[in-house]
């Protein structure tokens, strides 16, 4: 059974900066692609960044591009998002999802093409 389990979410000041982190367990971490998403209220889940298997490919919308930092620790079985410049815009709960892939450099986008997500972290951006 995997798992996926999230830290590091909290209220933060427009300006400032968060890393979040998510812990995977219960299946070989270097096999899945990693992915973290957002959901504000009243809003559909958008993807905030991907990272494929070996880390070096990487995906961000715009709305977060340079902003948002994604990478992985395959050793120690953890994805992180490093986020700064943070606006109230980017308030919202933040999820961890992986994808089971063959392909090493392959990262996805989209939220239907992740097998496994984690619990959700609630991230509060006050003005």
């Known amino acids: 059974q995997v798992q996926l389990v999230e830290s590091g979410g909290g209220l933060v000041q427009a300006g400032g900066s968060l890393r979040l982190s998510c812990s995977v367990s219960?299946?070989?971490?270097?096999?899945?692609?990693m992915g973290w998403f957002r959901q504000a209220p009243g809003r559909d889940r958008e993807p905030v960044a991907a990272?494929?298997?070996?880390?070096?490919?990487?995906y961000y919308p715009e709305s977060v591009k340079d902003r948002f930092s994604i990478s992985r620790d395959n050793s120690g079985n953890a994805v992180f998002l490093n986020m700064s410049s943070l606006t109230p815009e980017d308030t919202a709960v933040y999820y961890c999802?992986?994808?089971?892939?063959?392909?090493?450099?392959?990262?996805?986008?989209?939220?239907?093409?992740?097998?496994?997500w984690g619990q959700g972290i609630q991230v509060t951006v006050s003005s």
């Open positions: 999802a992986a994808a089971v892939t063959s392909h090493s450099v392959d990262y996805r986008i989209s939220a239907g093409q992740y097998d496994y």
């Open positions: 990272v494929s298997r070996s880390g070096t490919a990487t």
């Open positions: 219960g299946r070989t971490f270097s096999t899945l692609a």
